[in-house]
């Protein structure tokens, strides 16, 4: 903890406008799980994870930083336009090897991820498109729920309402409640967003709102 907080306070010093943090994620059959399967590197701890999440965020809203999103932190007025546009639904196309689009409403797709054979469509003028999903509404639903909570600000129920026709308080009743107890999320009017520990603990959330 030492060493990370140290870290943080480095990184502030230097007043970057946009600071991004994320968990360690160890996939198999790369040599970091291997050395941790062997014994030479420690299995990430998620209690000190936990802790060192919190650290940040004291050390980085003291310092004058905006926590808008669950792993992003910005100075006024510079929150990230690119980002944001995946979490408020907004379409994007994406161009070049394994890129992904979205229309906005119902459809996705991705591009070829093998360099090699990208080149080789490139070359005769073929569509690079290699994946292709259409969203059911119920998918909709839950991109607007996970997607939409990442932000701190939250989401509207009045917009939720407009666009589904659904009354999203009303259909999570009981877990709502649960969630605002354990001090999870707040609700205030319509808006409905996590707190500080409810962005610690934000997979718990979405997996039974969305």
Not at 22 to 43: D, M, N, S, W
Not at 46 to 70: P, R
Not at 143 to 164: C, P
Request: proline share 3%.
């Amino acid at each position: 903890m030492d060493g990370w907080l140290r870290n943080v306070r480095e990184a502030l010093s230097l007043r970057p406008e946009h600071l991004s943090f994320y968990l360690l994620e160890v996939h198999e059959g790369t040599p970091l799980a291997e050395h941790i399967r062997q014994g030479r590197q420690p299995k990430p701890d998620d209690d000190v994870a936990a802790t060192m999440y919190q650290v940040m965020l004291e050390e980085s809203c003291n310092a004058g930083y905006e926590h808008y999103e669950i792993s992003n932190l910005c100075l006024p007025g510079f929150e990230s336009r690119h980002n944001t546009k995946y979490w408020t639904g907004d379409p994007y196309y994406g161009f070049g090897c394994s890129a992904h689009s979205y229309d906005g409403a119902f459809r996705r797709w991705a591009n070829e991820r093998d360099v090699s054979r990208y080149v080789e469509y490139a070359e005769i003028g073929a569509s690079p498109v290699m994946q292709r999903w259409e969203l059911s509404e119920k998918d909709r639903r839950a991109e607007t729920v996970f997607l939409g909570l990442r932000l701190m600000k939250g989401i509207s129920t009045r917009d939720y309402k407009q666009t589904f026709g659904a009354d999203l308080l009303a259909e999570h009743r009981s877990d709502i409640e649960r969630f605002s107890q354990a001090g999870l999320i707040d609700i205030s009017g319509d808006l409905i967003r996590l707190t500080r520990e409810g962005a610690l603990l934000s997979n718990e959330v979405f997996a039974i709102l969305a």
